[in-house]
Every structure is written in structure tokens, then in C-alpha cells.
């Protein structure tokens, strides 16, 4: 009988942000395929203890271990080893224990692992000849080499620059010791075949989706109070870096100019752990940093428009997904759109300049029946392309398991 060795960089549960939303339907998709053992990290004990509660009863077994590595050490560790520094900055032996206990059971068939990261625990083929499959997600070493690119005249260029390179041949090694590698778009996917030299036999899209029930403007949340001026929307982690850079240009370069034709106009950058520099942006006129709230559907809902200014994306982008599930109408720069099944226009408008992302918000607020009519036409797109059990259906393929 087959039996399903899980490897995650975060716990999935709860699926608030957008590894876990990935990871945890990736989960619930192998539970389905056969019983599944689960070992993965978590940023904090509290997370974890959260988490257990949760996955316990759906796992066969389960090890959740809260991840401690500081930064400086795991960048030590990685320049005298010669390895990434994320591989360091989720090396754990209690993972290492856990999955060499599973192994060792003789039960386990198949290996999922989920990140890059997450490799590092796969053995050699000498070890465990069963099938592997990698879902990297992004071609994490492609954004490294963009951080690095940005950082020229920073002292963290040096740092960029090696981890793009090394983790770059480990991506690749990684790759090679696997059966199939998976990427959340085609084009994450043609890239990552692009540096590595395998072909499509080995690489592989497998999409995000989007639970259209949940993000639904007629759910059951509670909306915000009405408010006096339109309200621009982004949500995200905004203690990663290609987020807090997107607030901090749409603030200063677009906002003011959407606030010449608009003068109420507010931006609302909502999501947990705030930078220090994001938190700065509340100084500015017009800019609320909401920090973590509960539920981003509220925010979303109130919208008049949700944004998408990311000079830097990889993958998709599920706060993008989430809003136009919710008929929100969007604006995105082209990084922040690559890989949505959408038209531009019909379901979402896209701007790469300050200028013209700002007359496109401008033109939506100007326009509520355009915007409405965009919004209830994103939403259509979402039911009928980005169902989370469609998306996932190729994995009993890729596992060779029946579905």
C-alpha cells in the first residue's frame, strides 16, 4: 500500500498566506491519494502548536518543528559549507530525525517535498529508490539574482549574488534526484527548464486555485464600515521583501497622483508583520497599515479597487486571485499578472509605469459600472478556470498513484 512522506518548509495550516494556501491544498490533495506523514517546520512554537491541533488527525504521523535559525548564523553556516542560505535557514534536526524514522518504518513510497528547502531532507536514490516529486513552486534563485541585480551598490549584493548562484546548481541538482519538479505557472516552469537544461518529461506547471466559495463578495464576514473617500486594497505578508517594496512605490510614486483626482483616496496595505519601513508609510497622506487583521475579505470587499504594484513576482499571485474572486476590479503591474489565465481589460486592467497605473485606478473610480462589470467578469473567470480540485488533479499523474 502506498504511504506518502510530506515535506513543508511551513506548516500548511492555517492557509493565510500564500505557501500555506498552496501547500495545505496540496496537502488535503495527497490525503486523498494516500495516507500521508508530515514533517515540517513552523516560524514559532505557537504556530506549530496551532498547526498540530489542526493536521493531527488527517496525518499518519506528524512532526512539526519550530524553526530557530537566525539569519546571520545560517548565512556562517551556508558561506562555510558551501551551500544556499535558505537550505540553511531551514536545517533542522529534529526534521532530520523525523524523516529518517519514517524511512527506516519501510512504509514510505513516495516523497513530496514542498520548496526547495525542503530537498535537503530527500536521501540519495541509494537510499530510497520510491518516486519523488518537488513542488520548488518559484524558481526561488531567479529572485535572488533580481535582489541582486537592485543591490548593486548595497552591501547585501554579495549576499544576493552567491545565493542565486549556488542555489541556482542546487535547484538544478535537486531537479535531477527527482522524479517530476513542479512550478505554479508555465512560465515559472519554461524558466526553470530554460537554466537547469531538463525538459517538459521532467518539469512540470501545476497552478494555483482559489476557494470561490470563501472568497465570495455574498460570504458570511463582517464588512467594514462605510468609509469617506474610495479605498485602494493590497494584501500580503509585508515582511517579504517584493511586497513591502510594491507598498513603498505605489505610496510615494502613484498615490499621490490617484489623490490629485481624488483627494479622500486612502490606501490600505493590510497584512501581518509590517517592516519597520512599511509602517513608515502611515506618515504619508491617505496610507493605512492595518498590520495582521483576521480576515482579508472585509478589506477586499470595501475596495473600490485592489492593486497589485510588485516590481518583482514569481509564481502566481493568490492575493490577486482572492480579489478578483471576490469581483473586486484590479490593477496590476506585469510581474504581479504573469501567469493568470485572464485578459487584460475584460478581467483586470495592467500598468507597469507610475503614471499609468495611476490613470488606470483613476479610470476605475471614475467609472463604477465599468469597474462593477470588470469585477463580476474576474470573478466569472475565477469559478471557472481556478478551482482548487481541478488545479490539483494532475498530481495522482505526476505521483503515478491512482486517483
Not at 21 to 47: E, G, K, N, T
Not at 291 to 307: E, I, K, L, S, T
Not at 339 to 364: S, W
Not at 367 to 394: H, L
Request: aromatic share 6%; glycine share 6%; proline share 8%.
Amino acid at each position: 500500500m502506498p504511504e506518502i512522506l510530506f515535506l513543508a518548509h511551513r506548516a500548511p495550516w492555517p492557509p493565510d498566506r500564500g505557501d500555506r494556501i498552496r501547500s495545505w491544498h496540496l496537502f488535503r490533495a495527497l490525503c486523498q491519494l494516500a495516507p500521508v506523514h508530515v514533517a515540517a517546520l513552523a516560524d514559532s512554537q505557537a504556530d506549530a502548536d496551532v498547526a498540530h491541533a489542526k493536521m493531527a488527525p488527517l496525518c499518519a504521523s506528524l512532526t512539526i518543528a519550530e524553526r530557530r535559525v537566525a539569519h546571520p548564523l545560517a548565512l556562517a553556516r551556508a558561506v562555510l559549507t558551501g551551500t544556499p542560505v535558505s537550505n540553511a535557514l531551514f536545517r533542522s534536526p529534529a526534521i532530520t530525525t523525523a524523516v529518517n524514522a519514517c524511512l527506516a518504518s519501510g512504509r514510505i513510497t513516495h516523497i513530496v517535498g514542498f520548496s526547495g528547502q525542503m530537498g535537503q531532507y530527500i536521501p540519495p536514490r541509494d537510499r530510497f529508490a520510491g518516486r519523488v516529486v518537488m513542488d520548488f513552486v518559484d524558481v526561488d534563485s531567479a529572485k535572488f539574482a533580481t535582489y541582486a541585480d537592485q543591490d548593486k551598490r548595497q552591501p547585501l549584493h554579495w549576499v544576493h549574488a552567491r545565493e542565486a548562484r549556488v542555489l541556482g546548481a542546487y535547484e538544478a541538482a535537486l531537479a535531477r534526484r527527482a522524479d517530476a519538479s513542479l512550478f505554479v505557472s508555465a512560465a515559472e516552469a519554461a524558466l526553470f527548464r530554460q537554466r537547469s537544461g531538463l525538459n517538459a518529461d521532467h518539469v512540470h506547471a501545476l497552478g494555483n486555485g482559489i476557494d470561490t466559495a470563501f472568497f465570495d463578495p455574498q460570504a458570511d464576514f463582517v464588512p467594514l464600515p462605510p468609509r469617506g473617500g474610495p479605498l485602494l486594497t493590497f494584501t500580503g505578508q509585508m515582511d517579504y521583501r517584493p511586497n513591502s517594496d510594491a507598498v513603498s512605490w505605489f505610496a510615494r510614486a502613484i498615490l499621490p497622483a490617484v489623490r490629485a483626482q481624488h483627494p479622500a483616496a486612502e490606501f490600505a496595505i493590510v497584512g501581518r508583520a509590517p517592516t519597520a519601513d512599511v509602517q513608515a508609510l502611515a506618515a504619508l497622506p491617505g496610507v493605512i497599515v492595518t498590520g495582521g487583521v483576521p480576515d482579508v475579505r472585509p478589506w477586499v470587499a470595501a475596495a473600490n479597487v485592489v492593486v497589485a504594484p510588485l516590481l518583482l513576482a514569481r509564481g502566481v499571485q493568490n492575493k490577486l486571485l482572492e480579489a478578483m474572486a471576490m469581483a473586486r476590479p484590479v490593477v496590476a503591474s506585469p510581474a504581479a499578472a504573469e501567469g493568470i489565465d485572464a485578459d487584460a481589460d475584460m478581467h483586470l486592467r495592467i500598468a507597469a509605469e507610475p503614471a499609468a497605473f495611476a490613470a488606470a485606478v483613476c479610470g476605475l473610480l471614475a467609472d463604477p459600472a465599468a469597474a462593477a462589470a470588470m469585477g463580476e467578469a474576474a470573478r466569472a473567470r475565477m469559478i471557472a478556470r481556478y478551482g482548487w480540485d481541478a488545479q490539483m488533479a494532475p498530481l495522482a499523474g505526476h505521483l503515478e498513484l491512482a486517483p
